[in-house]
């Protein structure tokens, strides 16, 4: 005897973990229409801004040294090229090079995406177990987690590398975050302080929140998606032209002129530069803290919702089936009544 309506929303709500949210509910809740290819030029054409910035920044300085003297501005220039291939080429190329999470599908891409998202939950339990094993004293991850996962990793146990790995996430590997973030947010906050160039600074936190979103990157193991990674370039762009704003507009020339010029012209001066470099260090830092905490909740967004990926009822069910064929059939007999109505 088949189950009333009541009888299985009474069974469901007894039972919610026999639930299985299918594909469809998947779409629904979670995915967004974006055009994948669109999504792939951006990224790329903004990391190419970023580029294209701090070539021309490196190319200043050179040109500078060259007016004083052109042996010189043979070294720096021969010196700016290393410099550039350090802090652009590599951190951009380890960030493109790792994998990321497939979340955004539907019904035809999603078993694909879910073999996708297994292989690099793998690749990732072998990325941390080896670094973990290669790092002396305290590292960046929990190891009496670390070592269960080698032992899933061994026995293939898939749903025990995706807890370890979750336990990981909002662990220690959360901790280590917020500490990269801090260390990078202190150091763009005193480089520019001391600076006081527009380029400079301009410069400097490009290269720092570069370096920074390449950090949490490696310690993730996997990057955001395209649209995502698109954003977080994007806001690199934006802190570096503010930072460079900054430089050129004085904050605190104002407020320290209205104090210290009251009492003295030399006074009033050096108050503004030290006013101007505290506030630019301090604003930049709030910056790069941005970029990293942004990057830190794409990441575990995206994984978040592999997860959920993962436990999704890709197939229809029974029941769905049975109501598709029951609303084809009423349709088909509506459509045959409407043409023997016309007909007669």
Not at 8 to 35: C, G, S, W
Request: hydrophobic share 45%; aromatic share 10%.
């Amino acid at each position: 005897m088949k189950k009333n309506k009541d009888e299985k929303a009474l069974e469901l709500k007894e039972n919610p973990e026999e639930h299985k949210m299918t594909i469809f509910e998947y779409e629904d809740k979670y995915v967004k229409r974006q055009n994948s290819k669109a999504a792939s030029f951006f990224v790329k054409m903004l990391a190419a801004v970023i580029g294209v910035f701090l070539f021309t920044c490196l190319f200043l300085v050179a040109m500078k040294v060259f007016d004083v003297n052109m042996y010189a501005g043979i070294a720096v220039s021969a010196a700016c090229v290393v410099i550039y291939i350090f802090i652009y080429i590599v951190p951009l190329v380890r960030i493109f090079k790792t994998d990321y999470f497939q979340t955004n599908v539907n019904s035809q891409s999603a078993r694909e995406a879910q073999r996708h998202n297994r292989r690099v939950r793998t690749s990732l339990a072998e990325k941390i177990i080896d670094f973990n094993a290669s790092v002396d004293g305290p590292g960046w991850y929990d190891d009496k987690t670390v070592v269960e996962m080698a032992a899933c990793l061994v026995n293939k146990d898939d749903e025990g590398i995706k807890n370890c790995l979750t336990t990981l996430y909002t662990g220690s590997v959360k901790k280590s975050a917020n500490s990269i973030i801090r260390k990078n947010a202190v150091k763009c906050g005193m480089y520019s302080a001391v600076s006081q160039n527009s380029t400079a600074d301009a410069a400097i936190v490009a290269v720092i929140d570069l370096q920074m979103v390449k950090d949490i990157v490696f310690l993730y193991g996997f990057r955001p998606s395209d649209a995502k990674l698109a954003k977080i370039f994007a806001k690199v762009v934006q802190n570096a032209l503010v930072a460079y704003g900054l430089g050129n507009v004085k904050i605190g020339n104002g407020v320290a002129k209205a104090i210290g010029g009251a009492v003295s012209p030399i006074l009033g001066s050096a108050i503004s530069v030290l006013v101007d470099s505290s506030i630019q260090g301090i604003t930049n830092s709030a910056l790069t803290a941005m970029i990293g905490f942004q990057t830190i909740k794409y990441l575990n967004f995206e994984y978040k919702l592999q997860n959920i990926l993962d436990g999704i009822e890709i197939t229809e069910t029974q029941e769905e089936f049975e109501k598709t064929c029951e609303e084809v059939e009423a349709e088909v007999k509506a459509s045959r009544k409407k043409k023997v109505k016309e007909a007669g």
